[in-house]
T-cell receptor, first 114, second 112 residues
């Protein structure tokens, strides 16, 4: 499978715990995006990387959220001190270059905070 | 962010009929628009896009119409099949082009 992959697919955690998600983009894509999607809503942008540089962050990305892409390949999204409101689907997408209309999305990680 | 909205949250059609999904947008400066399909348990999948200098674009069984006067998009699916059942989103790029604004989505159910 040469698409975008995400791990884990599902995560259940207790309030206050830290969680980390991983995204592996399509190998030649230098742009990587994180979105959050709640039930019945469209994806909401969180942040994006060009290679290893994090170039844009949404106001939705509170101080408890941090994303990295250390080698310009895979990326991790960490949520510290999770809250029930963090429960959502976290989607990763990648694209080849700026101006490429198509972002390829992964299957997402569904987070449930109890 | 800009407002991208859909008129109908749900749509049910008979297999073989045509489907029309509508979307309103607010940023008249957007260069292009994209339709995504999202099946249950999967990420959104690109269907078709249209640039702002076009009124119509056709793909395989899908047609997107753009009415810039009233800032309205529609996605037409011909001969709808059970595999078309999904949530459909329209999306437009931000001013920086680094993200997309998605609408709420329309859930399409195809009745066999």
């Amino acid at each position: 499978d040469t698409g975008v992959s995400q791990d884990p697919r599902h995560k259940i955690t207790k309030r206050g715990q830290n969680v980390t998600f991983r995204c592996d983009p399509i190998s030649e894509h230098n742009r990587l995006y994180w979105y959050r999607q709640t039930l019945g809503q469209g994806p909401e942008f969180l942040t994006y990387f060009q290679n290893e540089a994090q170039l844009e962050k949404s106001r939705l990305l509170s101080d408890r959220f941090s994303a990295e892409r250390p080698k310009g390949s895979f990326s991790t999204l960490e949520i510290q001190r999770t809250e029930q409101g963090d429960s959502a689907m976290y989607l990763c997408a990648s694209s080849l270059f700026q101006g490429a209309n198509e972002q390829f999305f992964g299957p997402g990680t569904r987070l449930t905070v109890l | 962010g800009e407002s991208v909205g859909l008129h109908l949250p749900t749509l049910s059609v008979q297999e073989g009929d045509n489907s029309i999904i509508n979307c309103a947008y607010s940023n008249s400066a957007s260069d292009y628009f994209i339709w995504y399909k999202q099946e249950s348990g999967k990420g959104p999948q690109f269907i078709i896009d249209i640039r702002s200098n076009m009124d119509k674009r056709q793909g395989q069984r899908v047609t997107v119409l753009l009415n810039k006067t009233v800032k309205h998009l529609s996605l037409q699916i011909a001969a709808t099949q059970p595999g078309d059942s999904a949530v459909y989103f329209c999306a437009e790029p931000s001013n920086t082009g680094n993200q997309f604004y998605f609408g709420t989505g329309t859930s399409l159910t195809v009745i066999p």
